[in-house]
């Protein structure tokens, strides 16, 4: 078998479990060194959707229960088998053909007669999990009658008949029954997309109760035409590999916090959540999406008991310089704190959030506030991975101390009286007016009498 992989990487299944490839558009060839399986059986061989990133292979021979395999160009010493659970069932699976979807599914034809069980198609939505335990096939051979065979053995001994088509919505499978001389098509609508979440929303933070846990948890979706069971799932990693919680249903909903199967959702702490078809066949996982458990009991405040909480709850008479303390909350790391003239915080005095939060359960106002001023404050616990909600408090600033003091009276008028004469200069002054006057009597009377 002869398959393309790019514009210059040519692949090649020989008749022996071998496998070559030429990475410079067929002017040389290099052999891999390990053979599939037995090392007996005409091989298939497809490469990756994304192999010029991966550069990973995959091939099958058409011998019982040898297996699908996958390589890994300039990195694999040897073939790994991702089917192995099919083939330790040995109910004779023999791969006739094997093609890859655009988008990264793995189709794989089988000869032997299809049952409920065994023959017919099997996909896989990720041949390329990292970990070959994890990929997962679908056998998809429903509606098929008992007695089809995809054998080609009678009319192509030693070509692939399995044939793919599609759009971005769907993928077309085409092949020959051989035994009853009828063409089947088979029409994937689950391959491309999962579904979309809804809720949570992406970085939503999910309220806990006062043991500490998440109590009220919906994971919702939109409808996946075709679908009549989904799987859900949260993690604890981004990597969607350590599973805490799944669950299934037919419903385009699931509550993870009640009944038998219940979600153990911490404070404090980050989970990612994805959901999928899984019946009739599976769908790829919906985007990894995240969500955090609330830090400290909702509605966490500051003013959950007045002790240890300065100002007071509505204090008023506050020194323009407060000092401001809150209660503290578990598993916090920080503290935002906003400080504001208003109720909806729009005129900002003071705001240590982000990179500026504070690693304690106090502060002290760097700075004179307004006498007789109300102004609201604000703060709530946060982590690496969640917060609080807000706690919040107002305070009214004590009154201008100058206005206070009582109004003073006007200076009074003192009048300054001239010093007291002693009564014997009085006397002396006296007698020398009168002799000054009896002088100007005699004065007077001469100068009458001489006219």
């Not at 946060?382 to 305070?395: C, K, P, Q, R």
């Amino acid at each position: 078998m002869l398959a393309l992989a790019g514009e210059e990487t040519i692949l090649i299944g020989g008749r022996n479990g071998e496998v070559a490839y030429s990475t410079d558009g067929g002017g040389s060839f290099t052999r891999i060194s390990e053979v599939i399986g037995s090392g007996m059986g005409d091989v298939q061989v497809v490469a990756d959707a994304d192999y010029q990133e991966n550069g990973i292979i995959y091939a099958a021979t058409n011998l019982a229960d040898e297996g699908i395999w996958r390589w890994v160009i300039g990195v694999s010493t040897q073939w790994e088998q991702i089917d192995e659970p099919i083939t330790e069932l040995g109910a004779g699976q023999c791969i006739s053909g094997l093609v890859m979807g655009r988008e990264g599914t793995l189709y794989a034809l089988r000869l032997e007669p299809a049952t409920s069980a065994s023959g017919g198609m099997i996909r896989s939505v990720n041949p390329s999990a990292p970990d070959p335990e994890d990929v997962e096939f679908d056998l998809v051979n429903r509606a098929l009658p008992e007695d089809t065979a995809f054998d080609p053995t009678p009319l192509f001994p030693t070509l692939p008949y399995l044939k793919l088509s599609g759009d971005y919505e769907s993928n077309e499978l085409w092949t020959i029954d051989t035994e009853n001389q009828i063409i089947y098509r088979f029409q994937d609508t689950l391959c491309k997309l999962g579904p979309v979440l809804i809720m949570p929303m992406a970085g939503d933070i999910i309220p806990v109760d006062s043991s500490g846990y998440i109590t009220d948890l919906t994971l919702q979706w939109e409808e996946l035409g075709g679908t009549t069971k989904y799987e859900a799932a949260i993690y604890l990693n981004s990597e969607a590999t350590s599973t805490l919680w799944s669950g299934t249903t037919a419903n385009t909903a699931i509550i993870t916090t009640s009944g038998n199967n219940q979600a153990k959702l911490l404070s404090g702490t980050r989970y990612y959540c994805q959901v999928r078809s899984l019946e009739p066949i599976k769908s790829p996982w919906s985007v990894l999406q995240s969500f955090t458990a609330a830090l400290g009991i909702i509605p966490w405040s500051p003013l959950v008991t007045p002790a240890g909480v300065s100002p007071s709850p509505g204090a008023a008479n506050v020194s323009i310089r407060p000092a401001f303390t809150w209660e503290s909350a578990d598993g916090a790391t920080g503290y935002e704190f906003v400080l504001a003239k208003d109720s909806e915080f729009t005129d900002v005095l003071v705001a240590l959030t982000g990179a500026d939060a504070l690693p304690t359960t106090a502060w002290g106002c760097d700075r004179d506030l307004d006498y007789s001023t109300t102004y609201f404050w604000k703060v709530r616990a946060i982590s690496a991975d969640s917060y609080s909600e807000w706690g919040t408090n107002v305070l009214t600033t004590q009154a201008d101390p100058s206005a206070l003091l009582p109004p003073q009276s006007p200076p009074s008028t003192v009048l300054e009286l001239p010093p007291t004469i002693p009564a014997s200069r009085i006397l002396v002054a006296i007698g020398i007016v009168v002799i000054l006057a009896a002088a100007l009597l005699v004065f007077i009377v001469r100068t009458k009498k001489s006219s």
